[in-house]
């Protein structure tokens, strides 16, 4: 399966499937929206251990999101009150099905709501990413995720229709780029 295996997220305490971004959609994506990250290349360094044997490896990523439409686009929040879209961070290409999610996954526990960031025609949305991973561990002390700190990745937003949708969204896939870790 290319790039993003399906994925079980949790939004407003629904479950929801997020899919590869395939079809129709995925072609009015790729024509309609950019979403393009600053670099193609990060390091993730460690930052401060949490209690036990846990390391978060962590990274920022500046985004731009554009919206090439004649009508508005709103880009999936978490709450009314949230500046930043909510996203997914995937492997980039052809992955294989044993392989488990990517380690920076963000996992989302979201408040229902329909004020979403609204992005004009024509215009876009720039903002300040902190991926950090690993975001789960198993249920062994000291296993962290065994989703990937390193590798080819792409960032995923959701692009809303309308100020009033919910669940819905259009994937919008980024740039790949490629994560290392210094210790």
């Given amino acids: 399966m290319k790039g993003y295996r399906a994925l079980l997220a949790l939004a407003c305490g629904t479950a929801f499937h997020v899919a590869a971004a395939q079809g129709v959609a995925a072609e009015r ?3 309609d929206y950019e979403l393009q990250t600053d670099r ?4 993730a360094r460690t930052n401060e251990p949490i209690p036990g044997p846990f390391t978060i490896y962590e990274f920022k990523v500046d985004v731009r999101f554009r919206n090439r439409t004649d009508r508005t686009a709103y880009l999936k929040t978490c709450a009314p009150d949230t ?6 961070v995937g492997y980039a290409g052809d992955v294989p099905a044993t392989v488990a999610a ?23 949305w720039e903002g300040t990413l902190t991926l950090r ?12 995720s065994p989703g990937a700190l390193e590798g080819d990745f792409q960032l995923r937003f959701f692009v809303l229709d309308c100020q009033s949708c919910y ?10 780029f490629r994560v290392d870790k210094v210790p």
């Fill in 40 to 43: 193609s290349n990060y390091v």
């Fill in 83 to 88: 500046p930043r879209p909510v996203y997914q």
């Fill in 133 to 144: 991973g690993s975001s789960s561990w198993g249920g062994v002390a000291g296993q962290s």
């Fill in 167 to 176: 669940l819905s969204g259009t994937p919008v896939l980024s740039n790949r």
């Fill in 29 to 31: 994506a790729g024509t």
């Fill in 102 to 124: 990517p380690a920076y996954l963000a996992w989302w526990s979201c408040a229902g709501h329909i004020q979403h960031l609204e992005v004009a025609a024509g215009a876009g």
